[in-house]
């Protein structure tokens, strides 16, 4: 039987109104979260519609290093002048008080990324012979810390061993002194060798070095590498390198036109990378979705991927210029329905070849391994092999970056065990809470250097999420109190089932279908998984013949019930809590569906019942069917179908019965079930061989006669398994224009399986008191508080 679970009821509370699917509290009129900070209190709506104008306009901080080798390119008529000195006058205006330059507000673990910038910005300063005092709070700044530059807590690009030993050089022959104790120099350039002994330069297109060809300057061969020029005039959107060509090499026209493009944007600095409008939108989207608050902006959303499906059926540049974002890409479309084809990520499907395409299509490896092992996990296709092979080796890096915890700081390290979860297995609430407790609005992402965009990182964003959540919580709490009234209503504790399967019932599918507006869809499910749990114990070990066949009789006739009667005490006590829960049902699903759907609810539990009692004549007769007489029955009796279809009656959309009679209906109804019991099988066949109860890993073991050991045949099963969750994935994801059947209706069949995959999992965290104690206080009962790095 399926011990899985969830509940809640329609809100209609007068403390709380809802709004496009948000609940606000409305007296008073300012929403207080419960955290630490005063000054936290904001207005809900004012929030979301300021996150929804964020999406109408891109931002992304001004880089140092890159606006400094914009200003070192000469002027074409006049080559003692700069050819963009705006850009000369934003670093004369831009030092900060410490003498650097870098990003602002800097972040303690980027030191040495402003040794870059600082050290980059006093090249162009000194070039062309101004700013001088700002030149020696420079340098004086690099000297005070220069023990950043081998400090391994400190982030940098991964160009820096062959960039700033490069910088080094340059500023000598601009007679420089950069401060640096000479024997930390020779360490520079003996890193810097390595590197280019690493890399061989004369392959231009595999060449990762050439990303930073800065930092090459002469040594680059400038003419093969100008023949991977994008169509927007740059090499590899960096404004860095392109700027270096015009230094180094020539002046191109379309080099001169990618910066003066981005300088029409900017003005007077540009960013770390050009063109951005894709990549900033779709992380944006991955943060709403990573804090639990996507379903607020779904049109907005539906826009963004819109756009990037077009880009992506045209093969843009902008989506696949770059490892990390075309993944992402891939992912954010495949997960809402849009046909995408793994074929596109056929050049990552192993290591060798991923290094190999390295070059300027990957701004940073962890974040692009990370975005290809997570796309990996949506395989679902026979083509999808190529995912496969990425997985396999995406998720041994992974690891291993765990295993040395200084490379990740600790959101990273979050989403990268996040990402090595079962991503099968994994509660979506309990995710956000893990995102929403780690993300950092002072966090930065990583290019040539440090950037920040208040499309990804923002406060906006955090308060919002946490408001949702801790309201989400709130409605939660009030579903498990009329949970546990039900409970003691039906008599349940009568029946042996003790008040912890309340929480056990309620919170997977509450973490994964947490939106208040699904209250009455938890409520159907969790009660009814609730309901099977003695109804299992009844026909496994409990009852007698007799009792069987009464509660069978008793159902079967239920509009007569009080004719029949019942044998026994325990018989009563569950047909009245199944009989009035089920009335209960019946009567939400008529308001959903406007019509009475009574008789199909009562039928679909006698099959389930019906079946059950073959698994006891089984049993007694000492009876083994065969595998596709036990699945038949077998994936009625853990009453999958019984639960999702009840609960998809008051899931919201109506539903005709051509609908619930469909072969769309049935066919994703029979991946689910299978999915579900087959997970059952795999975790329960040692105690079921001991039970003599029917289980399909004895089965085969049996029926084969001693040529298929145990695990052999658990590996068969496993195989069944993963072939019918593809299957399922592929009818969730795939958008069919035949299709009748709603998204949130698909997304309960998914969603389900999930759940069976959390409790049937080796690592599940239910099973041990303290995870289940751990869980249930913080989805339930402690609420967000903002720390002070969110403040």
């Known amino acids: 039987m399926l011990h899985i679970g969830s509940r809640s009821k329609t809100i209609c509370l007068s403390d709380y109104k809802v709004t496009n699917g948000y609940v606000f509290h409305h007296r008073p009129s300012i929403v207080r979260c419960n955290c630490n900070h005063a000054s936290s209190s904001v207005r809900p709506q004012e929030v979301k519609e300021r996150i929804r104008k964020i999406f109408g306009k891109i931002e992304i901080s001004p880089s140092c290093y890159d606006t400094a080798w914009v200003a070192m390119v000469p002027s074409r008529d006049e080559p003692k002048q700069p050819c963009f000195a705006q850009c000369l006058d934003w670093i004369l205006e831009n030092q900060r008080e410490d003498g650097s330059w870098g990003l602002s507000p800097t972040h303690s673990l980027l030191v040495k990324d402003s040794l870059s910038s600082t050290l980059a910005c006093l090249l162009a300063l000194s070039k062309w012979s101004v700013g001088h005092k700002l030149v020696q709070r420079g340098l004086d700044y690099i000297g005070r810390q220069s023990w950043s530059i081998d400090n391994k807590g400190q982030i940098s690009a991964a160009g820096f061993d062959i960039i700033f030993p490069s910088m080094i050089k340059y500023a000598g022959e601009l007679n420089l002194n950069v401060p640096l104790d000479q024997s930390l120099v020779n360490v520079l350039f003996q890193k810097q060798d390595s590197a280019m002994e690493r890399n061989d330069l004369r392959e231009c297109k595999t060449n990762p070095a050439y990303y930073y060809a800065e930092g090459l300057g002469k040594l680059c061969q400038w003419e093969e590498l100008m023949t991977y020029q994008k169509k927007n005039g740059s090499l590899f959107n960096s404004p860095a390198t392109t700027a270096a060509a015009l230094i180094f090499h020539c002046n191109d026209d379309k080099c001169l036109g990618y910066i003066n493009s981005i300088l029409k944007q900017h003005k007077n600095w540009v960013p770390t990378i050009y063109p951005t409008t894709i990549r900033i939108r779709l992380q944006m989207v991955d943060t709403l979705q990573k804090l639990g608050m996507d379903r607020h902006f779904e049109a907005e959303i539906r826009n963004v991927l819109d756009e990037t499906y077009r880009l992506w059926a045209q093969k843009d540049e902008e989506v696949f210029s770059d490892v990390a974002y075309g993944a992402m890409a891939f992912r954010l479309l495949r997960m809402c329905n849009f046909e995408v084809s793994s074929e596109e990520l056929a050049r990552f499907k192993g290591q060798e070849h991923f290094i190999n395409s390295l070059n300027a299509q990957c701004t ?227 308001i959903m569906q406007g019509r009475c759907v009574k008789d199909q609810i009562f039928d679909l539990f006698l099959d389930v019942l019906n079946c059950m009692m073959r698994e006891v004549e089984w049993w007694r007769e000492e009876n083994t069917p065969s595998v596709e007489e036990y699945l038949s029955i077998a994936c009625v009796t853990i009453a999958v179908k019984a639960i999702l279809f009840t609960t998809q009656y008051v899931l919201a959309p109506k539903l005709s019965e051509e609908v619930i009679k469909s072969a769309e209906l049935g066919e994703i109804c029979k991946c689910t079930t299978m999915v579900c019991r087959l997970l059952n099988d795999t975790q329960t066949y040692k105690k079921e061989k001991e039970e003599r109860s029917s289980n399909i890993v004895n089965i085969l073991v049996t029926q084969s006669e001693g040529t298929v050991s145990e695990e052999e045949a658990v590996e068969q099963v496993k195989e069944m398994l993963e072939m019918n969750r593809r299957k399922l994935l592929r009818m969730v994801l795939h958008k069919k224009e035949s299709s009748q059947l709603p998204q949130v209706c698909k997304d309960l069949f998914w969603n389900t399986s999930k759940v069976a995959h959390i409790l049937y999992s080796n690592g599940n965290e239910f099973r041990s008191p303290e995870g289940l104690k751990s869980n249930i206080n913080t989805l339930f009962y402690k609420p967000v508080d903002l720390s002070p790095k969110q403040a």
């Not at 969790?526 to 007698?544: H, I, M, N, R």
């Open 364 to 590: 940073n490896r962890e974040d692009a391994i990370l975005e290809l092992h997570q796309a990996s996990q949506l395989a679902f296709d026979e083509k999808d092999n190529i995912l496969d092979e990425i997985s396999t080796w995406t998720r041994a890096f992974l690891q291993q970056e765990l295993l040395e915890e200084n490379n990740l700081d600790r959101m990273s390290q979050n989403e990268v065990e996040h990402a090595l979860r079962n991503f099968s297995a994994t509660l979506e609430r309990a995710e956000n809470r893990r995102y929403i407790e780690s993300y950092d609005v002072n966090m930065f992402k990583f290019s040539k250097t440090a950037y920040r965009s208040p499309n990804i990182y923002n406060r906006d964003f955090i308060l919002f999420s946490m408001h949702d959540f801790n309201i989400c919580q709130t409605v939660h709490q009030q579903d498990i109190q009329e949970l546990k009234r039900w409970y003691e209503d039906c008599k349940l504790d009568q029946l042996g089932i003790s008040p912890k399967y309340i929480y056990t019932s309620y919170m997977p599918m509450s973490s994964l279908l947490f939106g208040p507006e699904f209250s009455d869809a938890r409520s159907v499910f969790a009660k009814y998984v609730l309901l099977t749990t003695p109804l299992d114990d009844f026909f496994d070990e409990l009852a007698s013949q007799e009792e069987l066949l009464n509660l069978i009789e008793l159902v079967k006739g239920w509009n007569r019930y009080s004719t029949i009667g019942y044998v026994s005490e325990r018989v009563e006590i569950l047909f009245l809590a199944i009989y009035k829960t089920f009335n209960e049902f019946a009567a939400k699903a008529e």
